[in-house]
């Protein structure tokens, strides 16, 4: 794999110190504290994907978190930073859970074989619960420098680690087989992309799971045949 | 394929008696109207690409089809009536190249290996052409019930017509087979509304070009391994 393909992961610490701190209320050291801050932060989630981005309302969030109105404003000063912190909580989540995948798959799958409908399955279950949150807030995400940044760092991400854990079932990385590496994660990542998106078929149904299915043949096939 | 796999295309026609009357204005018989007509439809059709929803002015469309407030007002009634007409003759222009499509590709194709590139490309074209008009107005089609079913058959229509032309290259439809096409017509959707969408890549590079052969090269070995 050329170097250029394999894009470092900008850790979020990094853009974090240069562009977040207006932004994002990080978790406060004092347990009492931070237990109010998770309470918050999963409330405001929660009706960020119940109710969109209009429906996004301070009070209730209040409310249902079990803290009163000046305690809220006291800790995140507006709707515009706790949306942003609970953007934030969402993203690291996401990267935290394909790490885990990683891990997991690469421990649990023997084979490419095994590898593609496990990596498929898993992958599919990170993208549809981040889902909610993400098309409540694409026009947050979109018109903020960090959190692109940081969805794209993700991605990228995603993309070099899945590609390496695909070729760590092969003993000789040749640049045909690199080639269809990266076919075969941009096609998962379409798939996936577009069932979740605009769905083909209920997700269990016998005809999304046979096509799913036929994905990871196709794409063993191809890494195999090489 | 079973009957339920092969949905019959609704006929604009009958969609259209029942809902259409309120919100598509017909081409109007006469030379000189209808050459208004399409001015005016061709004008507003570059406007709500260039502009947007928000940015799509009655002014502006009369002003660049070269014909007064009063004409406009007089042949389409309302902003949304002019509105719902370009996106009915978007969306029926699609199921034209669709068509024409499928015609050239049977001609020219002599086998299931040289379909699978050309379908990509040119389905890939029509998609990318209706695109700008689609994400201006997703929000009128989705409200608009004749539209909505409009842009569905479109759908179920090229879904038929794409599996028919590849059940065409082989002699023996197998229960196997049926499933591959169905898996194949999938993924290469999904592939073309990801590049679309969320481009991988610009189009003419070398990396989406190789990943759209890695597609068409799949899609062949998987019809003809079975």
Not at 81 to 87: A, D, F, G, N, S
């Given at each position: 794999?050329?170097a ?17 701190s207006s932004a ?17 932060t999963?409330?405001?989630?929660d ?46 989540d996401?990267?935290?859970k ?6 997991d ?5 023997a ?18 619960a ?14 903020d ?19 390496n ?8 990385p ?23 998106h ?8 016998a ?16 890494l195999?045949?090489?």
């Amino acid at each position: 794999m050329k170097a250029s393909d394999q894009p470092e992961f900008e850790p979020a610490s990094r853009i974090e110190a240069a562009e977040i701190s207006s932004a994002y209320v990080r978790p406060p050291q004092q347990s009492r504290s931070l237990a109010a801050y998770k309470r918050i932060t999963s409330a405001a989630r929660d009706i960020l994907i119940e109710n969109g981005l209009d429906g996004f309302a301070l009070q209730e969030v209040a409310a249902r978190a079990g803290v009163s109105n000046g305690a809220l404003q006291y800790r995140f000063a507006s709707k515009e930073r706790l949306l942003k912190t609970v953007i934030t909580i969402s993203l690291e989540d996401v990267v935290e859970k394909e790490r885990d995948m990683h891990h997991d798959l690469r421990k649990t799958c023997a084979s490419i074989g095994e590898f593609m409908p496990a990596y498929i399955s898993r992958y599919w279950q990170i993208m549809a619960a981040f889902h909610p949150i993400f098309s409540s807030s694409i026009d947050v995400i979109s018109g903020d420098a960090y959190l692109s940044a940081l969805g794209r760092s993700i991605g990228m991400r995603n993309e070099v680690m899945a590609k390496n854990t695909m070729l760590s079932y092969f003993s000789h990385p040749t640049e045909a087989l690199i080639g269809s590496v990266d076919a075969v994660y941009h096609l998962v990542f379409s798939y996936i992309l577009r069932e979740i998106h605009f769905p083909s078929g209920d997700p269990g149904s016998a005809d999304v799971l046979r096509r799913t299915r036929a994905l990871a043949e196709m794409c063993e096939a191809r890494l195999t045949s090489i």
